[in-house]
């Protein structure tokens, strides 16, 4: 707080300055010293209690900047209550203060190259396959938000607390969603003072329930007066800038921190280029500035997918200029609105690093063909804008949701959380499909180039099976990307288990050898016939899974094949 009251009475002396008539002559009249210096004071102590107080309500910064918006007033002020030489260069100052205001109002016309720059991208054509024996963080926030309400019980003093954010994270080498326990209101916050904890459940496992971590919080976004957590970052750090929500994050023994990503302007109090985070203890209040280099291991989203959404903006937006922008429109790609954060969706990638994922597209209304998607790594700022093969025709997001809308029509489910993933080679959007009151009811992947090829089921991985059967049985070449190669087997078959998934039915079968497998009808229809004792001949997957996928099977004695 010293820094905040040093920089306020630096303002307030300005004003003073500028305000009192430093000659003590003012139009018809000439003030004593007295009543200079009462007026002095009196100027000096209502422009220190304004900064202070519009600091410690509105939370903006202090950058010397700001000063430039109230300057053309104070100096006009100034100029009318004082006369002779004074009152000229004061005129001067209002002339070039108005000048500086419209310069930073129409920085948006002449910085967009800047932005642009600040965003740029790596280009890359294509991902890197799914590897499918991986288990995607599929598990939608609306399913993740709904669970946990339903087990708010767990919280003591229930009526005090209300469920906070969301915010995907690695813990213990587990993907999983943590959600901070808020107050409900200032007066649960006054009798309260703490929140007790926070919430976590598993971010791949849709199965798993909510658990309730009792963790003792005292500064909150909830929170009122000095214990508010962005006042209180603000009231240590007047002059950053910040730029999107704060984020809870804990570490691997289950500690909680806020973060708060900081940067620049890029030019004129306008646009915004992340340099780090400020990191606050939830409990003590004990606070870090810290550079992205130097970002603690356990913290995943380092920069806010706000502003991960707002270089989108700029990479998609300003590519050859602000008037190309909003005429011409030239190259220009919108990103989607279709992200669980800020319009961007957080992911992690084999090796478990976060990225945000924004696919872009036309912005020639009534077009659901996709230009390209972004991965931005969510502790550097890095990023790749991804083409996808040039050769074919890619639908958005929107187009993905669209067809699970229709699939499901009659049932009103919908899709959310579409993301794009190589799946065998092939751009395929993955979606968790949800029924009217939120519930997760399967998993649909829909072929990115070629609609008519898709499939659902209960999980990510059996939807991934079915997945590949659909690709081969459409005559597309599927690649694993777990370097599986083609195995082939002859055995007895000593058990079958068939369920029906969707249209077609999964059997799996266990060898006398030990070894269990899993094909779907719809790759081989006849599969529905295996028995128990049967001799089958099969081309597998040696993938290493549990259940190894079947690409063809024969089934001994059996006619048609």
Do not use: C
Request: no cysteine; aromatic share 14%.
């Amino acid at each position: 707080m010293g820094q905040l009251v040093i920089i306020s009475v630096i303002f307030s002396v300005l004003i003073t300055i500028l305000l009192v008539p430093l000659t003590r002559k003012i139009p018809k009249s000439e003030l004593t010293s007295k009543q200079q210096g009462m007026l002095a004071i009196a100027v000096f102590t209502l422009s220190f209690i304004s900064t202070f107080f519009m600091v410690y309500v509105s939370k903006i910064d202090l950058q010397w900047t700001i000063f430039l918006y109230v300057l053309p007033a104070v100096a006009l002020g100034g100029a009318i209550f004082s006369v002779g030489l004074e009152q000229k260069l004061k005129s001067v100052i209002v002339f070039f203060s108005i000048v500086a205001v419209v310069y930073f109002l129409s920085a948006p016309l002449f910085n967009a190259d800047d932005k642009y720059n600040s965003a740029e991208m790596v280009e890359d054509v294509e991902i890197k396959p799914f590897d499918e024996t991986k288990k995607p963080a599929s598990v939608p926030p609306q399913f993740v938000e709904n669970k946990m309400k339903k087990a708010f019980g767990q919280v003591p003093n229930t009526s005090f607390y209300e469920l906070g954010n969301l915010q995907i994270q690695q813990v213990n080498g587990e993907y999983v969603y943590i959600a901070p326990v808020e107050f409900s209101g200032f007066f649960k916050w006054f009798n309260g003072k703490t929140t007790p904890g926070y919430f976590t459940m598993s971010a791949t496992d849709s199965s798993e329930n909510p658990k309730f971590i009792e963790h003792e919080m005292t500064y909150v976004p909830s929170a009122y007066l000095n214990k508010n957590l962005e006042r209180h970052m603000r009231l240590s750090y007047p002059t950053l800038i910040f730029y999107g929500e704060p984020q809870l994050e804990v570490d691997d023994e289950g500690k909680p921190y806020y973060i708060r990503s900081y940067g620049e302007f890029i030019s004129a109090r306008n646009g915004f280029d992340v340099k780090g985070i400020v990191m606050v203890d939830a409990i003590t209040g004990d606070m870090e500035k810290i550079a992205l280099p130097d970002v603690p291991a356990f913290i995943d989203g380092a920069i806010s997918p706000e502003t991960v959404s707002l270089q989108n903006s700029y990479y998609g937006n300003y590519v050859h200029g602000f008037w190309n922008s909003v005429f011409g429109k030239k190259d220009v790609k919108l990103p989607s609105d279709e992200g669980t954060e800020a319009n961007v969706s957080p992911i992690f990638s084999e090796e478990g690093v976060m990225y945000y994922f924004t696919d872009f597209t036309s912005p020639k209304e009534g077009v659901d063909s996709m230009l390209g998607y972004s991965l931005t790594n969510a502790r550097t700022g890095e990023a790749t804008y991804y083409t996808g093969n040039l050769k074919e025709s890619y639908m958005d997001s929107q187009g993905a949701l669209d067809i699970i809308e229709k699939k499901f029509i009659e049932k009103e489910w919908q899709g959310e959380m579409p993301i794009l993933y190589n799946f065998y080679g092939e751009a395929s959007w993955l979606s968790a499909v949800l029924d009217s009151n939120g519930f997760l009811q399967n998993y649909f992947i829909v072929s990115a180039a070629n609609p008519e090829i898709s499939a659902y089921a209960a999980t990510p991985n059996e939807a991934l099976k079915l997945y590949k059967a659909a690709l081969s049985r459409s005559g597309s070449t599927v690649d694993g990307s777990s370097n599986a190669e083609e195995a082939t087997k002859t055995g007895q078959v000593s058990r079958v288990y068939k369920e029906r998934v969707g249209d077609f039915t999964l059997v799996t079968f266990l060898l006398t050898t030990g070894e269990n497998f899993v094909v779907s009808t719809e790759a081989v229809p006849l599969a529905i016939y295996i028995e128990t004792g049967d001799t089958v001949k099969i081309v597998y997957y040696a993938t290493g899974e549990q259940f190894l996928p079947v690409k063809t099977m024969m089934i001994d004695d059996l006619p048609g094949q």
